[in-house]
């Protein structure tokens, strides 16, 4: 299927009615730019091949829009021809500018073994503001994946549309299935001449308005698609025959393995050490699922070259733990956000990744093998609750990836200040990172230059000692291959609190993220997609000649999504704020939006609140006394 630039540029968007053309027009008026046609018509062959004619008609109406002066068309080119591609630029007086430069290149310029994909960009000339884009591209795919099956996901408008026309034709006789997930969308159907066609008509859709904390997608949209593939078995079943397929037998690999295993002790270690040779030794090339459209690579082919996409580096990995006698699954990924398999019809394309299914000393884990740095059981956040589908030699099964947990996603920093008079301070700071987070700084520190070490320095003094000095500096856990990031930091801070009269204010920083909540009615839920903690213990020392006038209470503000608790210990000489931020995975439904406002305003107060350093003073007790009858 071609994939055009609206696919490019915006998420899809749910179709909403305006009550007419002339209050679309000018509630759309100062968006980058809409769509007056979106015209997409697909012809289905007896073959399974089919020819699709796509025609835009788009109006720029704001300067960020003029990039879609280069307007590309993405093709593979083992299975679709572009029969032919016509389009003018329509100048605000009417004059019509054909667009002559197309040029033609591969998507993957570093991956061209792996990728068929190419990308002919048209250019279209004289892009201005008030301009119209019209663009009309004819195409044939000749094959799928799967061979005599079709499947197609409708691209619904992406920006806002004044009409929009869908119309798919089928041989009255093919075994087609339509589906809408979450749309309330019937096409019309009609058989005539032994063909079955099915048309949407869309007019005057809104786009979709942007909020904080959106949830998936899919979940807002909704999605329709077609498909001739009955079942998601026939799926496994292809999936399984291609992989064996793929699968050769080799001494190399054979030898390799059994050297890699030789004096591991048990399942675990003997995973370990094939897949940190994986990691190792392969280069990775990334190439979208989607967009390979060539078969999988034989087995000995990506030993041999030491170079494989994310679906060939799976199938090596499956392989090596296959001849140590550990039991792998192959399993097709959908990330949450990508959407949920089981929403749409039958189809290879409902996932965009592939990792394995591992049985080791009798217990299971989920590993993706490109994953470097994460040990057995571990995955990165972002695969929390990802939809897999694992195949095994028989059939398949849904299942979902585990959540992480809040201490994997964990943020503990400890802090020793000692405040100057001056309201001056020097720190001594030691933070560890979230898991994932410690992955990805190792993976920049490790290939950085000495140069490019200092200037993380420099960046990290500017950001954090306020116009200071960093005095100390040091990294745990940089070259371990697996576990946290810790930094110990020691740094003067000439201007770290604010002085007024003869006191010395002290106030921690908010570690919530919560963005500030408008006063606007919520449309979506909110999706609060991750269980954190972030972890502050600060311990504060003071000058002898000061001493301690006021600190705020504890506090402990407690929603579904959040909790905030922060408590206040006064010693001899010194205070230790302990707070502790607790994020929970929660998708909250639109009405409770005010919930989430009224605590982050409970919030913000408490966060406005000082501990109160005042300076003693030189009068006597019983001056003071006396003042105070006074």
Not at 69 to 80: C, H, Q
Not at 110 to 135: C, N, Q, T, Y
Not at 348 to 370: E, R, S, W
Not at 454 to 483: C, M, P, S
């Amino acid at each position: 299927m071609l994939k055009y630039i609206f696919l490019s540029f915006l998420l899809i968007s749910t179709p909403l009615f305006a009550a007419d053309s002339a209050k679309w027009e000018e509630s759309h008026a100062q968006k980058p730019y809409v769509a007056l046609v979106n015209e997409y018509d697909v012809t289905v062959n007896d073959d399974y091949s089919y020819e699709e004619v796509y025609h835009a008609r788009v109006k720029v109406q704001q300067p960020e829009a003029l990039q879609l002066g280069e307007w590309p068309v993405y093709y593979n080119k083992s299975s679709e021809q572009i029969i032919e591609i016509k389009a003018f630029t329509e100048t605000p007086d009417g004059k019509k500018i054909q667009a002559k430069d197309i040029l033609d290149e591969d998507v993957y310029q570093d991956a061209k073994a792996f990728s068929d994909m190419r990308v002919k960009l048209v250019k279209l000339p004289e892009v201005a503001i008030g301009s119209i884009i019209d663009v009309t591209i004819k195409s044939k795919t000749i094959t799928k994946e799967i061979p005599l099956s079709f499947w197609h996901t409708v691209p619904l408008p992406v920006i806002p549309t004044k009409y929009a026309r869908y119309v798919y034709s089928f041989p009255t006789d093919m075994p087609i299935k339509f589906k809408a997930y979450l749309k309330d969308i019937n096409p019309k159907i009609e058989e005539k001449n032994g063909r079955t066609t099915y048309t949407i008509f869309l007019k005057d859709t809104d786009d979709q308005e942007e909020e904080e904390y959106m949830p998936p997608s899919e979940t807002i949209d909704g999605v329709l698609t077609f498909s001739t593939i009955e079942n998601w078995s026939d799926i496994a079943h292809w999936f399984r025959t291609t992989v064996d397929k793929a699968t050769v037998d080799a001494a190399s690999i054979s030898v390799k393995t059994l050297e890699l295993i030789k004096d591991k002790q048990n399942d675990k270690d003997k995973a370990r050490a094939i897949f940190e040779f994986i990691q190792d030794n392969f280069k990775y090339v990334a190439v979208s699922p989607g967009d390979h459209g060539v078969t999988l690579h034989s087995t000995n082919e990506i030993f041999e070259n030491k170079y494989g996409d994310a679906k060939d580096l799976t199938l090596i990995a499956r392989q090596m733990l296959s001849i140590a006698t550990i039991d792998a699954k192959i399993c097709l990924f959908s990330g949450e956000f990508n959407g949920n398999p089981e929403h749409v019809l039958p189809n290879p394309n409902a996932f965009d990744h592939f990792m394995l299914k591992v049985t080791l000393d009798g217990q299971a884990y989920y590993i993706d093998p490109l994953a470097k740095g994460f040990d057995i059981g571990q995955l990165p956040a972002s695969y929390d609750n990802a939809y897999i589908m694992v195949i095994d030699d028989q059939g398949f099964a849904f299942e979902n990836l585990p959540v992480s947990s809040e201490d994997f996603n964990k943020v503990d920093s400890t802090s020793v200040i000692n405040i100057e008079p001056d309201g001056s301070a020097l720190f001594e700071v030691k933070v560890t990172l979230p898991y994932e987070a410690s992955v990805q700084f190792k993976q920049q520190w490790v290939g950085a230059s000495p140069q490019q070490q200092e200037a993380f320095f420099k960046q990290l003094q500017a950001n954090f000692t306020q116009e200071g000095t960093l005095l100390e500096k040091q990294i745990f856990g940089a070259n371990e291959r697996y576990g946290h990031i810790t930094f110990n930091l020691k740094y003067q801070a000439p201007k770290a609190y604010p002085i007024a009269n003869d006191m010395i204010l002290l106030k921690e920083a908010d570690q919530s993220n919560l963005p500030e909540i408008s006063d606007k009615p919520r449309i979506y839920p909110m999706f609060f997609t991750v269980n954190s903690v972030v972890n502050n213990v600060n311990e504060y020392h003071w000058p002898e000649e000061y001493d301690i006038e006021s600190i705020p209470e504890n506090y402990d503000l407690n929603t579904d999504f959040m909790q905030v608790a922060v408590t206040y210990t006064k010693r001899d000489k010194s205070v230790i704020v302990h707070s502790r931020y607790r994020t929970k995975r929660l998708l909250l439904e639109a009405k409770r939006y005010g919930e989430v406002k009224t605590f982050r305003d409970n919030l913000m107060a408490k966060n406005d609140l000082y501990v109160i350093l005042k300076k003693k003073s030189n009068v006597s007790p019983e001056a003071k006394d006396w003042i105070k009858k006074q």
